[in-house]
Nanobody
């Protein structure tokens, strides 16, 4: 079992940056690939980025490539999402989740979820 808690969300102006953190409990964190998803009001949950268990492989949705970076520190049981050049359309609740394979992009393929953290980008 893995329990996930996100932090680092907030209000930022367009063009600004935020770093989200996802802290995990459980000794098996290092065996899971991790992903970030986001959900805006009235929209479906959207894949943002994923990272393999050892950090060697990453995936991004096209709209965040070059702006967002996913990373992890297994010694700290933490995965990060560095978000730069933020846009109003990035506004959403961001959640981290654990899965078997980093290539998974459907929410249904993720086993454990955090409660989410709100990111609001003002124009």
């Amino acid at each position: 079992q893995v329990q996930l808690v996100e932090s680092g969300g907030g209000l930022v102006q367009a063009g600004g940056s935020l770093r989200l953190s996802c802290s995990a409990s459980g000794r098996t964190f290092g065996s899971y690939a991790m992903g970030w998803f986001r959900q805006a009001p009235g929209k479906e949950r959207q894949f943002v980025a994923a990272i393999s268990w050892n950090g060697g492989t990453t995936y991004y949705t096209d709209s965040v490539k070059g702006r967002f970076t996913i990373s992890r520190d297994n010694a700290k049981n933490t995965v990060y999402l560095q978000m730069n050049s933020l846009k109003p359309e990035d506004t959403a609740v961001y959640s981290c989740a654990a899965t078997q394979y980093a290539r998974n992009k459907s929410p249904h393929e993720y086993e454990y979820w955090g409660q989410g953290t709100q990111v609001t980008v003002s124009s």
